[in-house]
Structures are given as C-alpha cells and as structure tokens.
C-alpha cells in the first residue's frame, strides 16, 4: 500500500466537542468585522479623524480584541479547570473512603494491646 501524499488526503474535520462550548462559534466573521469596525468608529470619534483608517489604528484595534477575546477564554478556561478539579478532588475522596470502609469491614482488628 502506497503512502498517500499530503495533497490528496482530506483535511482533518473540526471536532464539534470543545471544553470551551459558550466561546465556539462565538464570532461569526460578519461579527468579528463588525466590532472591528464598531472599535474603529470609536477610536474615529474619539480622534475626531474621519479619514480613512490607518495600518496603525486597524492594528491596534485588532490588537485590543484580540486581547479581550483572550481574556474571556482565560476566564473560561479558569472556571472549567476549577470545576474539573472540584470533581477529581471529590472522586479521590469518595475513592478513598471506599477504600477505607471495605478494609475495615474486610479485616477485624487483629492486635491486641
């Protein structure tokens, strides 16, 4: 069987599972243009330039979102590890507990003081 090269094989599909559901398909990209040019009509104002935008205002304004997006995903990302966390530490407890429970119903006391 013949290794198949790089250009015949289908691209990898998206998984539709994600950890981080509120934040897929959080913009769509007539979203994402339109804060861009949302932002860019607020730094226009605030400027009181009304020309056309420059390289610079388009990065920074990129920038910006790029940044607040990060943020919300950092914040996703904290709260889904802290529950993930919260469950371990409980199963590791209740494991535990088990444990304990069936080697003391298992075994008597076998010492004697």
């Keep these: 069987m013949a290794p198949s090269s790089p250009s015949s094989s289908p691209p990898p599909a998206r998984s539709s599972s994600s ?3 509120s934040l897929i398909s ?3 990209p007539e979203q994402l243009s339109n804060s ?3 932002e860019l009509a607020r730094t226009r104002r605030k400027s009181g330039d009304d020309g056309a935008i420059s390289t610079r205002q388009l990065q920074q304004t990129c920038a910006k979102l790029l ?3 990060e943020s919300q995903i950092r914040s996703e990302y904290d709260r889904i ?3 993930k966390l919260s469950e371990q530490y409980e199963a590791f407890v209740k494991y535990t507990q088990d444990h304990l429970r069936s080697n003391k119903s ?3 006391m076998s010492y004697v003081s």
């Design 36 to 38: 861009i040019m949302a």
């Design 67 to 69: 940044l607040e997006f």
């Design 19 to 21: 950890i981080f559901p």
């Design 106 to 108: 298992s075994h008597s």
């Design 81 to 83: 590890l802290s529950e």
């Design 26 to 28: 959080h913009m769509t």
